[in-house]
């Protein structure tokens, strides 16, 4: 797949705090129908690019083979790493912007920005440098046929550029989600994603590979850093951004809270981005392929709770003056559950039904070691989709230093299991070995830091956060399984449809059970009140 290398907030809807005045927003707004759209926003592009990528996934491994596939799969995982050199510096944007502009001090936003805009010029020279040298020294090493070397190499030096000028982006990008305004950066997303679809598949069509898909990426990527420039600019005209009016105070302050946020990133590669790379150091570089077919379903399904989670941080970061605790504590819980009720239905399908899906999606050929991956890996969904949403607003309240030293053990941990595993039993073992310490690490670590920083109950968490939306599921399981056993499928349209009908029973169950009394009536009258809408407009 040529891809770049993851609900509503009840509390927002029971009175989210208003945003302060600026001088350009003299009146309080209040944050509940920005918060909404910044979720919708985020799920509608997720939603377009893993239907893009449904679609173009099958399209890219039969014109490039599994060689080929392998081969580029592998370099952007090892390519991947140099979107480290980001150091956290778009999420301190994110985070100061947001502040800065709440209080209407463009002055000190217009340092942060300008000093990161250095931070990540120096960054992007790091990045194509580091490019250079892996194709020169790094991959000979790797199980690359020997056809596909000066290929490699090639992408490895046009990734790189890609890389630079991403990481040039990530200053305007921050500066937009600053300003809380997700629809924007979903709509270039958008675009972006339609146009490199079309552009790849004629390109695949006429026989061109992966030096060709490059060239795609690095001109998309530009495309991207052009819009947000300009959409920055008009959105916040005073903001000025000059490299050379970065300074020290600037960069240390960006840095006071990066460099958490980077070691935090450096766990998340080790978790996630090692895998292929170490299947492609000790396998054939074929095995990839089996892998990334089930590993980009989980990251797929990791996609739509990052559209609650990265909402949380500048929300958090512009309401964390008021000191409400109790309001923070529903953001929390509900944030959590919400999360897990996200990701429920679609790891439970994958682990009942991924052999099934992968077979009628890609082939038969992969139906069973690349469904032996999925169904091993959602274990980690079922778990992760709470703490994932909780960690974004523990980042927005500056509180997310303690998880960086539990997220780089676990990623050393996925690292070395992988590393022992994959010799013994293959590229399953590297699922294994990605599972076993993202459980732990959810039971043991998160319970206890989620009551230090937020002060709520481990029980408490536990319930509202795993317990409640697993009992709710209990017959939408059991009717996949029902499904999965009697009902034989041949194509993928049935198989939707087959999901289709089990679905209600997971939203049913969600109403009665995840839900209170309250909340359902809320519910109910903006629902009523959308339909009332609708039927007026009609």
Not at 109 to 114: E, F, W
Not at 276 to 286: D, E, K, R, W
Request: aromatic share 10%; charged share 10%; net charge positive.
């Amino acid at each position: 797949m040529a891809s770049d290398v993851p609900v509503k907030v009840q509390a927002v809807q029971e009175g989210m705090l208003e945003q302060s005045p600026t001088a350009n927003n003299p009146k309080p707004v209040s944050a509940k129908p920005r918060v909404i759209r910044n979720v919708v926003s985020n799920w509608g592009a997720y939603v377009l690019a893993m239907g893009v990528n449904f679609f173009l996934s099958p399209y890219v491994v039969r014109h490039l083979g599994d060689n080929g596939y392998g081969v580029w799969t592998l370099i952007l995982s090892l390519t991947g790493y140099l979107g480290l050199l980001d150091l956290g510096v778009r999420g301190a944007v994110t985070r100061y912007v947001a502040k800065f502009h709440s209080q209407a001090d463009h002055k000190s936003a217009s340092n942060v920005a300008s000093s990161a805009m250095l931070i990540f010029s120096s960054a992007g020279l790091i990045a194509f440098l580091t490019s250079l040298v892996f194709a020169t020294l790094i991959v000979g090493r790797l199980s690359i046929p020997s056809q596909y070397l000066g290929a490699s190499r090639f992408v490895l030096i046009i990734t790189g550029l890609s890389i630079a000028a991403s990481l040039v982006n990530g200053v305007y990008g921050g500066i937009l989600v600053g300003l809380q305004r997700f629809d924007l950066t979903n709509g270039i997303e958008i675009a972006n994603n339609l146009l490199r679809t079309i552009t790849i598949v004629l390109f695949l069509h006429f026989g061109y590979g992966i030096m060709t898909l490059a060239l795609i990426q690095l001109g998309f990527t530009l495309a991207r850093l052009v819009a947000n420039f300009s959409l920055a600019r008009h959105f916040y005209p005073e903001l000025k951004i000059n490299p050379a009016l970065g300074d020290r105070a600037g960069t240390k302050l960006i840095f006071s809270f990066s460099v958490y946020s980077f070691l935090m990133h450096v766990s998340a590669s080790l978790i996630y981005a090692s895998d292929n790379v170490v299947i492609g150091t000790f396998l054939p570089v074929s095995a990839v392929t089996f892998y990334a077919i089930g590993g980009n379903l989980a990251e797929y399904t990791r996609t739509l709770v990052a559209g609650i989670s990265q909402t949380m941080t500048p929300l958090a970061s512009s309401t964390e003056a008021k000191k409400d605790h109790a309001l923070m504590e529903k953001i929390v819980l509900f944030g959590s559950r919400a999360g897990t009720m996200v990701v429920l239905p679609i790891a439970l399908t994958l682990m009942i039904r991924g052999g099934t899906f992968i077979g009628l999606w890609m082939g038969q050929e992969y139906a069973d070691l690349s469904g032996k991956v999925i169904r091993i890996l959602s274990l980690t969904l079922l778990l992760w989709a709470a703490n994932s949403v909780t960690g974004g607003t523990l980042l927005g309240l500056s509180k997310h230093k303690p998880i960086v030293p539990m997220l780089m053990a676990e990623g050393v941990c996925n690292l070395a299991l992988s590393i022992f595993l994959v010799r013994r039993i293959g590229i399953v073992g590297v699922a294994w070995g990605t599972v076993i310490p993202s459980v732990a690490s959810t039971l043991i670590f998160w319970p206890w830091y989620i009551r230090r920083a937020l002060g709520i109950h481990p029980v408490t968490y536990a319930i509202s956060a795993w317990v409640r939306p697993v009992v709710a599921v209990v017959p939408f399981a059991a009717a996949t399984v029902a499904i999965e056993r009697y009902w034989p499928v041949e194509h993928l349209f049935v198989f939707f449809s087959q999901v289709a009908l089990a679905l209600p029973l997971a939203l049913a169950g969600y109403w009665l059970v995840c839900l209170d009394g309250t909340q359902r009536t809320e519910y109910s009258r903006g629902i009523s009140k959308s339909f009332e809408r609708a039927f007026a407009r009609g």
